[in-house]
């Protein structure tokens, strides 16, 4: 095997490949495997955080939840239980040895099988994690409309977390990195706003919270656990279809999501938000996501799975 070529990412040791610790170069796969050409895979995001009682993986059972879903949805039998994969994340974070980060299951079609229809293809599971610091820096963002909607709910199941799903969030960030921007914003196919690339959306006002009800975007699981906090700090959230006028005008905008946490928007196609910086509540919900995560927070522990 010959030697790979640099990441632009901190990597780490090893990677779980079908029931076996394998190490990181070695992760490999064949260039006819079916996921390859027609993003027949399935995958999550899930972070684990550093905690007194050593690293903490947020919300496991349900993400792994989601990820056999997914797999349900593109007709793929995962050779592996829910309760095997769980092990098999925690293996993984366990033998990489780093105290938080990102993780990255996937499950695809693998090498054995062309034309369109996968099933017949031999299924694997890989299980990479690494470090991962906020993926969207945590300070207020510019945000702009992508002129690319939402894949139509018609066209896909757009509650799963399938790779070719994905191309849609592709063109979207390579349309607003050409235009400078942090993120882009999609709307439905009806025009309502329904999520960022990587990202559930919220607004804040009078006092209330706002979120796109599902149809058209991901069921985010930090979506969830924001609703909860802010349940807990005695503010309601309404699920809802919303024009872009209706954040344009909101007291306090953010984006949740496992990789972006909880991140206040400063702009939104150039219309400033709260004065472009990020609002009290905003900040105060972070705080709390973030105390949660790092297991500070008794009421939540029942999100955290302790990797010992
Ligand atoms: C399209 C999309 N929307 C929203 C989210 C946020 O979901 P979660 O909070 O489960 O990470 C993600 C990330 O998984 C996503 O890819």
Redesign the pocket.
């Given at each position: 095997m010959k030697s790979l070529p640099k990441a632009s990412f901190k990597t780490t040791k090893k990677i779980w490949l079908n029931g076996r610790m394998t190490d990181w170069r070695n992760a490999n796969v064949h260039v006819l495997s079916h996921a390859l050409h027609y993003g027949s895979g399935v995958f999550e995001?899930i972070r684990f955080y550093k905690t007194k009682n050593g690293p903490a993986i947020f919300r496991l059972r349900e993400h792994v939840a989601r990820l056999i879903y997914s797999a349900k949805v593109l007709e793929m039998k995962i050779p592996f239980s829910k309760t095997e994969i769980e092990n098999a994340i925690i293996k993984t974070v366990a033998a990489n040895k780093i105290p938080a980060g990102y993780i990255r299951p996937l499950a695809f079609f693998d090498y054995g099988k062309m034309g369109l229809n996968p099933v017949g293809a031999p299924v694997s599971l890989a299980i990479a994690c690494w470090p991962w610091d906020s993926y969207l820096g945590g300070k207020p963002i510019r945000v702009k409309t992508s002129r690319f909607i939402r894949l139509h709910p018609d066209s896909v199941v757009g509650d799963a977390?399938v790779c070719g799903h994905y191309v849609n969030?592709i063109l979207a960030s390579l349309e607003i990195k050409r235009a400078k921007y942090d993120e882009a914003l999609f709307l439905d196919h009806r025009g309502f706003v329904a999520?960022?690339?990587?990202?559930?959306i919220f607004f804040l006002k009078k006092g209330v919270l706002h979120t796109p009800k599902l149809g058209s975007?991901?069921a985010?699981?930090?979506?969830l656990s924001v609703i909860a906090i802010a349940k807990d700090l005695g503010v309601k959230t309404r699920e809802g279809n919303y024009r872009l006028k209706d954040f344009y005008s909101a007291d306090e905008v953010f984006f949740?999501?496992?990789?972006a946490e909880v991140q206040p928007i400063g702009s939104l196609d150039d219309k400033k938000i709260n004065g472009g910086k990020a609002g009290e509540f905003t900040q105060k919900l972070r705080e709390m996501f973030l105390a949660a995560v790092a297991g500070e927070n008794p009421k939540y522990k029942k999100w955290l799975t302790f990797v010992k």
């Open positions: 995001g977390k969030s999520e960022g690339p990587g990202e559930n975007i991901l985010g699981i930090t979506r949740t999501g496992t990789a």
